[in-house]
Structure formats: structure tokens, C-alpha cells
């Protein structure tokens, strides 16, 4: 079954960055797309960024454009989100997911606040 773990949230200054890694198990990963998507308290879970299964086709939502970097490793099975310039609105919980159906990690809290 798919298992995926979410890491390297914190709490943050804004202005600051955060580097979080999704280990993904279960399926053929380097087959795989990868998204990431977040959380914040009280709204709709919504999508951050995705990319190819070879990581040569990279996407992300206008909010987060120019500030966060999704790339993966294949070899380790494992997918990242480089996050920069970080704002108060990017407070919520980051989940890793493929496009396909089944259940979400735990999810790693990001918390920008001064």
C-alpha cells in the first residue's frame, strides 16, 4: 500500500525557508508523479506544486510561484519542497501525494509567524 511521510516543518520567521521531504513507499515512485499540496486552518486543502515523474515538468500554484521549488530524487524515493520568502499565509500543514486515489500521510506544520 502507498505510504508516504511528510517532514521538516517548523516554525518560521517570515521572510524565511524550509526544505520538506516526503518519503514515498508502496508504489513505483520514479513512475510516479508527485504533488504537494497544504491545509491551513479552517479552508479547503489546496494544491502547492507537482511534478513529472522524472522531474522535468515542474508546476505551481500562482501563490506560491517564485518562492517554492518542488524536485525529487528518484533513487531515494523521495520528493521536496524547497520553501522561500515565506508569508503568514503560507501557515498550514503540507501533504505529498501521487495523482492517484488512497489515503495522506500525517502531514508536516509549517507555522510562519514573527
Known amino acids: 500500500q502507498v505510504q508516504l511521510a511528510e517532514s521538516g516543518g517548523g516554525v518560521v520567521q517570515p521572510g524565511g525557508s524550509l526544505r520538506l521531504s516526503c518519503a514515498a513507499s508502496?508504489?513505483?515512485?520514479?513512475?510516479?508523479?508527485m504533488n504537494w499540496y497544504r491545509q491551513a486552518p479552517g479552508k479547503e486543502r489546496e494544491w502547492v506544486a507537482g511534478?513529472?515523474?522524472?522531474?522535468?515538468?515542474?508546476n505551481y500554484a500562482d501563490s506560491v510561484k517564485g518562492r517554492f521549488t518542488i524536485s525529487r530524487d528518484n533513487a531515494k524515493n523521495t520528493v521536496y519542497l524547497q520553501m522561500n520568502m515565506l508569508k503568514p499565509e503560507d501557515t498550514a500543514v503540507y501533504y505529498c501525494k501521487p495523482p492517484r486515489p488512497g489515503s495522506w500521510g500525517q502531514g508536516t506544520q509549517v507555522t510562519v509567524s514573527s
Open positions: 511534478t513529472s515523474s522524472d522531474g522535468g515538468i515542474k
Open positions: 508502496g508504489f513505483t515512485f520514479s513512475s510516479s508523479a
